[in-house]
């Protein structure tokens, strides 16, 4: 227990009069001193009432996973052991800083204050991750309001952080795609693939080189194979896990944003029939796992992303994409998750993407901050404010100069919100399945 509020302004009071009594009036010392023996005496009577009265037995309930970026419960069960709960009462969590709750959540029983009540605190994943969560601090008046009791209660449950993919599991991202899988039944183009449609006959304008002679002598007449483009294209998915990957926006850090993006990506591309793998690299380059079909890719791409360290270390894009290029044997649509910090040192990104898309259909994510806006166009107008808003003006300046840039290079580059992000990079997906941009 320690004093309250009403408590200490009481002896400020009583310890003033003291001082002025002892002064001008030192006859009424003893008037004093029984004032004094009174507060003394309530302060003794709200220990005993509140030791007697506000014994409280405490259970708590925690998800053992949940999702990077999404909010877990903790449920605090409150009985009390005789007497009745305390009208409100204040708790406050230890919990390291991947965690995130209110400093100070208050709990009120005003309705049913003899039974065993129920409260939660919400607590915000920002990181993957296991995380401890220790103890529980609570704090409520004593019956007199003269003391505040403070109880510390242990907790010691741990809660497993994974990327988020929610989207798979709702369905959502299911449904994004079914127009692509429907089509795919009947989106079988003629062209120069490997696998054999139908035969036709031979007309005026057709490639000799599709004449089928055995059939033809059999027939006799010209007939010639229809095949149809492959379908199962394959799709890498490229994560830079670099220092500037680690960088927060919108409370998340922008690893966390592509991670979860990936993984709902790979899913609809295993839905929708294609091949996909995964790449990690930052400094230099970590992990790679060729591409493997359905469920099987998006088991082993989930298993991957759960474990990607942030990074201290600058990217070498140069080192990390020409070791991607030699690891591919056939043209892939390579999506890459990555930052940069100007049109200078993004030249060696931009002149290593520039060899890849030779060879390979690229997208090039880059996630917008909306605190860069902000910066731009200041509410208040002062020095501070304008030598940020010329700042953050030539940033958003040079970034846009780099996405152009590799538009040109016939990149596909997708600027967006970390909000939108998944939603528009499935999109884009959608878009190159059914252009046959591929």
């Keep these: 227990m320690r004093p309250s509020s009403s408590l200490i302004a009481l002896v400020l009071i009583m310890t003033a009069l003291t001082v002025l009594t002892a002064v001008w009036w030192p006859g009424v010392d003893i008037v004093i001193m029984g004032l004094w023996g009174i507060v003394g005496i309530a302060v003794l009577l709200d220990i005993a009432l509140s030791v007697w009265s506000k014994r409280i037995e405490i259970a708590f309930d925690l ?26 009462m204040e708790a406050r969590l230890d919990l390291p800083p991947e965690l995130v709750a209110q400093d100070v959540t208050t709990f009120d029983h005003e309705a049913n204050r003899k039974a065993t009540t129920t409260s939660s605190i919400d607590i915000r994943l920002t990181r993957r991750g296991v995380f401890k969560v220790e103890t529980i601090w609570l704090k409520w008046a004593s019956r007199l309001k003269l003391l505040e009791v403070v109880v510390r209660a242990p907790i010691a449950r741990k809660i497993t952080v994974a990327p988020d993919i929610s989207p798979v599991l709702s369905g959502a991202i299911n449904a994004q795609i079914l127009p692509l899988e429907a089509g795919s039944k009947d989106m079988r183009l003629s062209g120069q693939g490997s696998e054999f ?36 294209q394959q799709i890498i998915l490229c994560v830079d896990s670099g220092r500037l990957m680690a960088e927060k926006i919108a409370g998340i850090a922008k690893l966390d944003r592509a991670i979860n993006a990936a993984l709902a990506t790979c899913w609809a591309a295993g839905q929708a029939g294609d091949l996909v793998g995964f790449y990690n690299f930052d400094s230099r380059p970590r992990l790679f796992l060729p591409a493997t079909p359905g469920r099987a890719a998006f088991t082993r791409v989930q298993s991957a992303c759960a474990t990607l360290r942030y990074e201290a270390h600058e990217t070498n894009h140069t080192l990390g994409l020409t070791y991607l290029a030699g690891q591919l ?40 901050d909306s605190s860069i806006k902000t ?64």
């Design 63 to 88: 998800p053992s996973r949940g999702f990077v970026g999404h909010n877990v419960q903790l449920s605090v069960e409150l009985s009390p052991h005789r007497g009745a709960l305390p009208l409100k």
């Design 197 to 232: 449609h139908q035969l036709r006959e031979f007309a005026v304008g057709m490639d000799t080189r599709s004449i089928d002679w055995k059939r033809s002598a059999r027939m006799r007449s010209l007939v010639v194979r229809d095949l149809t483009a492959e379908r199962n």
């Design 329 to 368: 044997k056939r043209r892939s649509l390579i999506i890459i998750f990555s930052d940069f910090v100007d049109s200078t040192t993004a030249e060696l990104m931009v002149e290593t993407i520039r060899t890849l898309a030779k060879q390979h259909f690229i997208v090039y994510i880059a996630l917008s």
């Design 375 to 438: 910066l731009i166009e200041p509410d208040i107008l002062t020095l501070d404010s304008v030598a940020r808003s010329v700042a953050a003006r030539q940033i958003s300046q040079e970034r846009r100069t780099v996405l152009e840039t590799l538009s040109r290079l016939g990149v596909m580059c997708l600027d967006s919100t970390p909000e939108a992000l998944t939603s528009d990079l499935i999109g884009r997906y959608i878009e190159i399945k059914s252009r046959e941009m591929l």
